[in-house]
């Protein structure tokens, strides 16, 4: 399994820095909308599969998630743009009033009720959290004292690295005399509570080394708590390891929801398409549920 997870990782990892470090480059700039919405249009698919809704609403969910993710990114990345903002407006009430009205228009009664629900179900979770990511990236355009591109990579660390510490702890436990201790089993077979330690172990690890070291992290760490104790490293690391923990627990719980919706389901993976990881939501579960307090962490660092 990790002779195939590693090169997917790293290959996603270099996709995703290429994609939020091209931001300011005019020739690259196009490519993190184009990775957005290559992610929410496989990450929708999967949803819409997961929850067996009929065939017009997968059609109109994948319109509303693009539209929603291109406006999404339009609003972030022109901040002072009034357009920006009726673009959104429009497209947020495009999606709600449209999916009520699609069951008239499709004039199928049966399954049109799971379909609906479905429906809102996956523009909420997928394209609108992905959307707080992307507002993470681009919050350079609105606060000059932040670079958002940092920022998302310091949030991400910190998410994935609990999913990177629980897998390697709890397979090392798994093969060891002590054994391992499951943590929910019902819900997700392998998930050990020494997998959840080591887990947020790396997280916290991550978070005050990025709080310490990386550009512009480091330096609103500083705003946020350089007075604690009198010195501006305790200040960083205690901030550091408050925003871990909260992410980290935040991210756990996002992988264990998606782990009762495919159990729900019946299926192991959402999808297939990622060699050694199964497909897009698997990626992307402990990111999503959190992608709203990332953007809510950086909107309270930036009035530091």
């Not at 660390?157 to 054994?179: E, H, N, Q, R």
């Not at 604690?228 to 996002?254: H, M, Y």
Request: hydrophobic share 55%.
């Amino acid at each position: 399994m990790l002779k195939y997870r590693l090169p997917s990782a790293l290959f996603l990892i270099a996709l995703l820095a290429l994609s939020v470090w091209g931001i300011y480059k005019v020739y690259l700039f196009w490519l993190l909308p184009l990775f957005a919405l290559l992610c929410v249009t496989a990450a929708s698919y999967e949803m819409f599969s997961i929850l067996k809704a009929n065939e017009p609403f997968r059609k109109w969910g994948y319109f509303c998630a693009v539209v929603l993710t291109a406006a999404g990114y339009i609003f972030f990345r022109y901040p002072a743009a009034q357009r920006a903002r009726v673009v959104l407006a429009f497209a947020v009430l495009l999606t709600f009033t449209g999916t009520f009205l699609l069951p008239l228009v499709v004039g199928r009664i049966e399954g049109t009720l799971r379909s609906v629900a479905a429906t809102f179900l996956t523009i909420l979770y997928v394209p609108v959290s992905y959307v707080f990511l992307l507002g993470v990236a681009l919050a350079g355009f609105k606060y000059s004292s932040l670079d958002g591109r940092f920022f998302l990579a310091y949030f991400v660390a910190i998410v994935k690295g609990a999913d990177i510490g629980a897998y390697c702890v709890g397979t090392l436990f798994a093969k060891s005399p002590m054994g391992n201790h499951k943590f929910v089993p019902e819900i997700s077979p392998k998930k050990s509570i020494e997998g959840i330690f080591g887990g947020l172990a790396l997280s916290l690890a991550l978070g005050i080394l990025g709080a310490l070291y990386l550009p512009s992290v480091s330096e609103a760490m500083l705003r946020l708590g350089g007075n604690i104790l009198g010195n501006a490293n305790a200040g960083r690391i205690i901030g550091a390891v408050v925003l871990s923990l909260i992410l980290s627990l935040l991210g756990i719980v996002g992988d264990l929801v998606e782990s009762v919706w495919k159990r729900d389901a019946g299926i192991k993976d959402s999808g297939s398409y990622i060699p050694g990881m199964g497909g897009m939501l698997d990626v992307l579960d402990s990111l999503l549920l959190s992608a709203p307090i990332m953007y809510a962490l950086t909107l309270t660092i930036s009035r530091f």
